[in-house]
């Protein structure tokens, strides 16, 4: 069956440290991956977006990889700050028809 | 741009009753997509409009949800009858286009109880 996995359990990391986010898939052959952050109490927002023939996309302290034969993306952000303490989705395409389908999520807690 | 606009914000009602959640998309934008999300199942995607004609509906959980995107400024999710098992947060999201190279812009959703 198709799967997207992210870790369910929140990553607690040290501010000015790398934090470390997986997304893993199964059965899917995406075009392209996005990441969003959320925050509670409001809609997703979109971040970065990488496409199947991309190894690695940046932007700031962003920093996205796309391993197709893994089927895996991971996404970092460096020099963490308390402020990025959100929940961040990966979420992939399954025909390229605008239909994207969204992991679980992985909470990340920046401390001070 | 003001953003998606997503109303009511809250929404309680009992079991039953009809539920109408609105949507007003980034003007300009041609896709609109109507998303649900709970802790158990995450965010799942229910409906996608492309200039305004219904693309996939494959994600409507069940003849009780309908979906309407009379045209480019306005769409409607309505749930009729509510039962408790629809309690959620219903975001409304835009894009440029079809193409999942297209980013979504989401609303700030609208959180339903049905008691």
């Known amino acids: 069956s198709q799967k997207i996995e992210q870790n369910s359990e929140a990553l607690n990391i040290q501010e000015g440290k790398t934090a470390t986010l997986t997304c893993n898939y199964t059965?899917?052959?995406?075009?392209?991956l996005q990441w969003y952050r959320q925050d509670p109490g409001r809609g997703p927002v979109f971040l970065l977006l990488i496409r199947e023939n991309e190894k690695e996309k940046r932007k700031e302290r962003l920093k996205v990889t796309f391993d197709t034969t893994l089927k895996q993306s991971l996404f970092h952000i460096t020099a963490s700050q308390p402020a990025d303490s959100a929940t961040y989705l990966c979420?992939?395409?399954?025909?390229?028809?605008?239909?994207?389908?969204f992991g679980q999520g992985t909470t990340l807690q920046v401390k001070p | 741009d003001a953003g998606v606009i997503q109303s009511p914000r809250h929404e309680v009602t009992e079991m039953g009753q009809e539920v109408t959640l609105r949507c007003k998309p980034i003007s300009g934008h041609n896709s609109l997509f109507w998303y649900r999300q709970t802790m158990m199942r995450g965010l799942e995607l229910l409906i996608y409009f492309n200039n305004n004609v219904p693309i996939d509906d494959s994600g409507m959980p069940e003849d009780r949800f309908s979906a309407k995107m009379p045209n480019a400024s306005f769409s409607t999710l309505k749930i009729q009858p509510s039962e408790p098992r629809d309690s959620a947060v219903y975001f409304c999201?835009?894009?440029?286009?079809?193409?999942?190279?297209?980013?979504?812009?989401f609303g700030p959703g609208t959180r339903l109880t049905v008691l």
């Open positions: 059965n899917y052959s995406p075009a392209y």
């Open positions: 999201a835009s894009s440029l286009g079809v193409g999942s190279y297209n980013e979504q812009f």
């Open positions: 979420a992939l395409d399954s025909s390229n028809t605008g239909k994207l389908i």
